[in-house]
């Protein structure tokens, strides 16, 4: 294709849409001519067969009437409605009608925070520096996964991230040994 077509074709069908939406929008004849919103549609009546009388029983006739009178009384405005009252029974509790602009509600008392003691942070630690542990053994098989398959850019940047965990690993080691002998000392003490 050369530059030529690949303008023309665009531009074509820009054209063509625009045409289609000028003929859509905008109103090319008298407006249609509108009832007046008072006045009733227009019924047209289509030529029908004559309809037979059908004859119903009196008694047929009078279950009928009373039918609709019931249901005419059921059909009242809503202030005639009334809902269902259900007695009470032992045990069930009354709801308190609602209120306009209640009052706000107490909230519970908030717990106070427990004490951070030696043995809750040896606990915290202990627990950290198995899951680094982990992290160490994971990054460890990562990296020689990535050298064995030649990927040296990937094997570098783990041997970093892996001397970084290390690190921090040997200051959990040494702060769990440090609160591991507060934490005895704690328990002793009880």
Do not use: Y
Request: hydrophobic content about 35%.
């Amino acid at each position: 294709m050369n530059n030529r077509s690949r303008v023309l074709l665009p531009l074509g069908a820009a054209l063509v849409l625009g045409a289609a939406l000028m003929l859509r929008f905008v109103p090319t004849g008298p407006p249609p001519a509108v009832a007046p919103a008072g006045a009733p549609p227009p019924v047209t009546v289509s030529p029908s067969a004559p309809s037979a009388s059908i004859s119903i029983p009196a008694d047929a006739r009078a279950r009928l009437a009373e039918k609709v009178k019931s249901r005419q009384g059921e059909g009242g405005t809503s202030e005639e409605r009334r809902a269902t009252v259900v007695p009470i029974g032992p045990g069930d509790v009354v709801p308190e009608p609602e209120v306009a602009n209640p009052l706000p509600q107490q909230n519970d008392p908030i717990e106070p925070e427990k004490p951070q003691t030696a043995e809750w942070k040896h606990g915290k630690l202990v627990r950290m520096t198995e899951l680094m542990t982990r992290d160490v053994e994971r990054l460890e098989e990562e990296r020689a996964e990535a050298e064995a398959s030649g990927n040296k850019e990937e094997a570098r940047r783990l041997a970093i991230q892996l001397s970084r965990h290390r690190a921090r690993l040997a200051t959990l080691h040494e702060q769990t040994a440090a609160l591991a002998g507060q934490a005895s000392q704690e328990q002793a003490e009880r």
